[in-house]
């Protein structure tokens, strides 16, 4: 099982992508047509909380990450991710979200001659408390723990490390526009004693706009910092998405393309990202 994209099909992705961005936009009016008929407020808020990663809704969104010219070799790396995100009311005030990252790795050797690698990555989720209710400045906070798992299936795939920390988000929502932050810190804690400790934070500041259409056009960071090498991974991901239904059913199909502008020596020079989020809403 792999999920990787050959040097020679690049050029293929890049069209296949073209391609669907194009049927999102094209889709994006009949889509505001049903919509509109089976309920357009509901759609609309269906679009808010989307935009939202600790409303109270359950996702399940899966998505593929495609990396390349990593390292010597220019070689591609695919993560094949899963990410329930599940919210539980604790009173009337109060919700935990947790969030669930779940990837499948699949990474061409950086160096020539070197073998690939495919497996069950580590595993990263987090505890998000959330007061119901946005502040009197319309601000949505969230705060709690984040927890690493070494459940890779690949000693090269993974840190054989145990690790935790504390997250948080900060986000507004007004007119369509979505901002905010989210971040976190996690330090190795238990685990292999033949496996260095790691200390690495994760900013992500990100930007949205939902059209009267469904469609969301954003633009993020993905930065993570590595404290004991004093090294930023900074890619800058543009992304474009469109809510429909299927039947009953509400679907977020996301196409996405970054590029990396800073990281270590060998690090990826850009990348694409295909999303399908299977929204749950009570």
Not at 38 to 58: F, Q, T, Y
Not at 203 to 226: A, H, I, R
């Amino acid at each position: 099982m792999t999920f990787s994209f050959s040097t020679q099909t690049r050029q293929g992705a890049m069209l296949r992508g073209a391609v669907l961005i194009l049927g999102l936009a094209l889709a994006s009016s009949t889509v505001h047509a049903q919509q509109a008929a089976e309920g357009g407020d509901k759609a609309a808020e269906l679009a808010k909380k989307l935009a939202n990663p600790v409303a109270s809704l359950i996702s399940v969104p899966i998505k593929l990450d495609w990396d390349t010219g990593i390292g010597s070799a220019g070689a591609d790396r695919s993560v094949f991710i899963i990410q329930p995100v599940i919210p539980f009311s604790i009173g009337k005030d109060w919700n935990l979200i947790t969030r669930t990252i779940i990837p499948y790795i699949s990474a061409q050797s950086p160096v020539a001659g070197g073998s690939k690698e495919s497996g069950l990555g580590d595993t990263n989720q987090s505890f998000f408390f959330s007061p119901k209710a946005p502040t009197s400045g319309g601000w949505i906070w969230a705060v709690g723990p984040v927890m690493y798992y070494p459940t890779a299936s690949n000693d090269v795939l993974g840190t054989k490390k145990w690790g935790g920390g504390p997250t948080a988000l900060m986000l507004k929502q007004s007119h369509g526009w979505t901002y905010g932050i989210l971040a976190n810190q996690i330090w190795s804690f238990a685990g292999a004693s033949d496996r260095a400790d790691f200390s690495t934070a994760f900013v992500q500041p990100f930007l949205s706009f939902t059209t009267k259409t469904y469609t969301t056009f954003g633009v993020n960071t993905e930065s993570t910092y590595d404290w004991n090498n004093h090294q930023w991974t900074v890619p800058i991901n543009l992304t474009v998405g469109q809510l429909v239904r299927f039947g009953k059913q509400p679907v977020s199909f996301t196409l996405g393309a970054r590029s990396y502008v800073a990281g270590p020596t060998g690090k990826p020079d850009w990348g694409l990202r295909f999303a399908v989020t299977l929204l749950f809403p009570k």
